[in-house]
């Protein structure tokens, strides 16, 4: 059972989480205490999502109101904490080259991210050689490609291709998403999974690193 | 004596749109001469078989079949995506070796790359295209943005075109940074004071915006002519254009391009009885784009593309809240005007079937992506005609052999008994020939009724 400020949060009321917030700093409540909530919170929005509950409107202004709390308990708190706690494992996402759509990447990155993944989004347009790159700096094991138009299944096969002939294929799982991404794409691009919407790309990097 | 148009019932006025289509003219008021009697005979026959699959009133002699592309035609010509949209003539040239390639029972023009160097004339920048963001060989995308600021709502409810005039336009189009400073034209009354309303038209950047305007409508006109000419020579060749222009549901006008999806999601939130109150304002004004095409271009079929409605982007509750009743009013104006309404279902709709079920029989066609055809065919299908379903994945990647099996499963489930015209479900770039051919042939052979 969540606190009061996640129940607020989770239930999508802005004006009375933010009030409570700045009530709760107001009498001494440490930021970090706030920002566990904060967490528990997010955490019953995915499920509701997951669920069926709630939908792309709630998970997108449930992130709004989540900015707002963090708005006010950051510069509350101390160095280093709260921001990178237990990470499960770390995803690259990006919107494949000559694909400027962010829609359906962004709920990915945003699911992922309050799923306890640390997400780096390359954003969109993407060229293949920046997912090798991302891949290597990060270490990521998980790569998300979005697309939306036809002509990214080539952009999706070619970034597929890179990460083969970078060395890389066997140690990241690859899963698309997008509009027209459907089982023949996948065959087609390599990928090893893809997935109709949010929480399907969380459930397949949850089986894929844990958590 | 005849029925003044005004005075017919919207089946009298939709018969009399099929019966002007079936004897086509030319801008001047001719009759259109087809080139030769065949051409005659299967332009007719197309006409007929897509009204009795659009009204439900008789089963067609076979399933109509038509092909919605975006970029594939002038792609599979050899030609970028930028050579479609910057030469007029091999763009125009390309949609007609497409037709007669494949030969559908509808033609939807040449118009889907557009004038780019009009884009380029206005400083557009709502939309990235070939070379202007994109690459050569891709289409041009909507740059996601709220172009409309969460305060507006006021000032869009107040007068609608001046709030496009002043505030969204300048926003969308770098050329047209001198409507910030114009007056409203409402304020044109009596001679005192009346000069004061044009001096803005002596400052250089309004100047400047109206010289792009002169610029940008040369280009339009110029790129019309050519399209208006194959228009025509594909009419004779046989193949009817009943496309008479496209308007939105109202949620989607705000939703897709003034306050964005994210903008219009917080809305819902934040401020819905204004979000609830500026789709009731923007009804007449779409229903008016719809009628207002229809009569520029004398055809009935009004394409609607819709976004945000689709499963999973709103509850059930906000769907019939904020989506389903301005949309659904949007159709019923059009149709009591003589348009037949073509929505298009992007994405999966399943969630929303027995909500859209309820539309006047026969009086609707829809596009359908990804939605499930049986179940489509069970709930809207009773009322309304249904097209396409056949995915790009598929048209884009799978043999003939997978394209013709999916496509017989189509006609037996939702061809049954009239009401399907069979048809891509998405709009597509790329795609292999054989597998466009396939479709359109299982139509034709698998598709004829006994």
């Not at chain 2, 923007?282 to 689709?310: R, V």
């Not at chain 2, 009401?419 to 139509?443: C, W």
Request: glycine share 12%; hydrophobic share 40%; with cysteine.
């Amino acid at each position: 059972m969540a606190g009061k400020l996640g129940q607020l949060l989770s239930d999508l009321k802005e004006p009375e989480a933010l009030a409570f917030v700045d009530q709760a700093l107001g009498k001494g409540t440490a930021a970090e205490e706030l920002l566990e909530e904060t967490k528990e919170g997010m955490n019953i929005v995915g499920e509701r999502f997951a669920k069926g509950e709630y939908f792309i409107p709630d998970l997108v202004f449930s992130g709004e109101i989540l900015r707002g709390i963090v708005q006010k308990l950051e510069p509350k708190l101390k160095a280093g904490t709260g921001k990178e706690a237990k990470r499960l494992g770390k995803v690259v996402v990006g919107t494949v080259a000559g694909d400027i759509h962010d829609i359906g990447k962004d709920l990915v990155v945003f699911m992922l991210d309050v799923s306890g993944f640390e997400v780096t989004d390359l954003g969109i347009d993407v060229p293949a050689q920046k997912f090798v790159d991302a891949i290597k700096e990060t270490g990521s094991t998980v790569v998300g490609l979005s697309g939306f138009l036809t002509l990214a299944f080539d952009s999706m096969k070619e970034t597929v291709d890179a990460i083969q002939k970078a060395g890389l294929r066997d140690k990241v799982k690859i899963m698309i998403g997008g509009g027209q991404i459907d089982d023949q794409v996948k065959s087609y691009t390599g990928a090893d999974a893809f997935g109709k919407d949010a929480m399907e790309a969380v459930k397949l990097t949850k089986g894929w690193i844990g958590g | 004596m005849e029925k003044q148009w005004e005075e017919m019932t919207a089946d009298e006025k939709q018969e009399v749109q099929f019966q002007k289509l079936l004897s086509p003219k030319d801008p001047e008021g001719n009759d259109i001469k087809f080139q030769s009697t065949e051409a005659e005979a299967a332009y007719k026959a197309s006409i007929t078989r897509i009204k009795d699959a659009i009204q439900l009133k008789k089963t067609p002699d076979r399933i109509p079949v038509t092909i919605l592309p975006s970029m594939f035609p002038y792609i599979d010509a050899g030609m970028t995506v930028e050579e479609a949209m910057y030469d007029y003539d091999k763009c125009a040239a390309a949609f007609k070796k497409f037709m007669l390639e494949f030969k559908p029972d509808m033609n939807i023009g040449a118009s889907a790359p557009g004038p780019g160097k009009f884009y380029e004339i206005l400083g557009y920048k709502l939309y990235k295209w070939p070379g202007h963001g994109v690459p050569p060989e891709h289409s041009y995308q909507c740059v996601e943005g709220e172009y409309m600021k969460p305060e507006e709502y006021d000032l869009l409810l107040m007068d609608p075109s001046f709030y496009f005039r002043n505030f969204y336009l300048p926003r969308v189009f770098g050329a047209l940074e001198g409507f910030t400073m114009l007056p409203p034209l409402t304020g044109i009354l009596e001679m005192y004071g009346l000069a004061f309303n044009f001096i803005p038209y002596a400052l250089p950047p309004v100047q400047g915006t109206f010289k792009a305007l002169f610029e940008a409508g040369a280009e339009a006109l110029k790129w019309a002519m050519v399209m208006g000419g194959s228009d025509l020579e594909l009419k004779s060749l046989g193949f009817p254009n009943i496309l008479g222009g496209f308007t939105k549901a109202p949620f989607d006008v705000i939703g897709d391009t003034l306050r964005g999806t994210r903008g219009i999601m917080m809305d819902m939130y934040r401020q819905p009885d204004k979000l609830l109150k500026a789709v009731e304002a923007l009804l007449p004004i779409m229903i008016g784009m719809g009628i207002g095409s229809m009569q520029q271009t004398g055809n009935p079929l009004i394409f609607m593309p819709l976004h945000k409605g689709a499963d999973g982007f709103l509850s059930d509750e906000q769907f019939e809240k904020f989506y389903w009743p301005t949309f659904k009013a949007v159709m019923m104006g059009l149709i009591e005007g003589g348009c037949i309404p073509f929505p298009a279902l992007e994405g999966h709709w399943g969630s929303r079937l027995k909500v859209i079920q309820d539309v006047p029989k026969g009086k609707t066609a829809w596009m359908v992506d990804q939605t499930d055809m049986a179940e489509a065919k069970k709930t809207l299908g009773k009322n309304a005609c249904l097209i396409g379903n056949v995915p790009s994945s598929m048209l884009g990647l799978a043999t003939p052999d997978e394209v013709i099996a999916y496509c017989k499963k189509l006609i037996d489930t939702a061809g049954k008994d009239g009401g399907y015209i069979m048809s891509n479900g998405a709009f597509f770039d790329g795609a292999k020939a054989e597998n466009v051919k396939a479709m359109v042939d299982t139509a034709k052979e698998y598709g004829v009724y006994k």
